[in-house]
């Protein structure tokens, strides 16, 4: 999720490796068959949809939306002694809407318009712990042939009109060097994400896992209204970016508030 702001306050540049320091864990999970489709939006489309203390992070001029379908696994509250408690959950897809943005304590982050996830329980405690928008739907992966094929069709919040995704991938080689592109590292390498609280200020969650391994990756098939039920026109228009990564194991740190309600 986004980088954290440096000693002062201000935002440090997008790099590739995460912070030296990882946070002290609350949960511990590993993320798997993950790809993130991303659209250049005008920035005054997504500054409109955030809450108050964000603003669009700006790259190559353009404001960033993304579709990231994965699966979530190994779920695992961190307890004392560096032990961790499995959750009885713990192993089931997520895609989540997001975009990238700059908080009031300088740092760069996530900002999560819905993830949907199969189970209640994990809506439940995502919505009243973090106050993330995580929605119920009815989701499939599958990988074949060198390809991964994602499902979803969300089921609550209950949505006025069938919301679906379906996208088809096929990943290729992994991005090194001159093919990692200056894009590519502001757009994954994210260190945070941010979500208002019932107060009305804003809270950071700090997130921690080892660089990413992207992989150059041809899209298929792209068939989505998650990104519309976020209220994002891009159904008219292939993704100006496509992306997979390899497996990373996650540390996600307790939420705290960055600014007041």
Known sequence: MSGPGGPDGSAAAASAAPPDVAPRPLLRMRWEALTALHWDVDPDVVAARLPRGLTPDVVEGRAWVGLIPFRMAGIRLAAAGGRSVPLPWSTFPETNVRTYVRGPDGGRGVYFHSLDVPFAAPTAVARLGFR??????????????????????????????????????????????????????????????????????????????????????????????????????????????????????????????????
């Not at 497996?247 to 705290?256: E, K, L, T």
């Open 132 to 261: 993330l928008p995580y929605c119920t739907a009815t989701m499939r992966i599958a990988e074949r042939d060198g390809r991964i094929a994602y499902a979803a069709r969300r089921r609550w919040p209950r949505p006025q009109r069938p919301t679906r995704s379906r996208v088809i991938v096929e990943p290729g080689a992994p991005l090194a060097g001159d093919r990692l592109t200056a894009l590519d590292v502001a757009l994954s390498a994210q260190w945070a994400l941010y979500t208002p609280d019932p107060t009305g200020g804003l809270l950071r969650v700090d997130v921690h896992h080892a660089a990413w391994t992207l992989r150059d990756t041809r899209a298929v098939h792209v068939d989505d209204a998650l990104t519309a039920a976020a209220g994002y026109d891009l159904a008219a228009r292939p993704p100006t970016l496509v992306r997979s990564a390899d497996p990373v194991d996650v540390v996600v740190g307790a939420p705290r508030r960055v600014l007041p309600g």
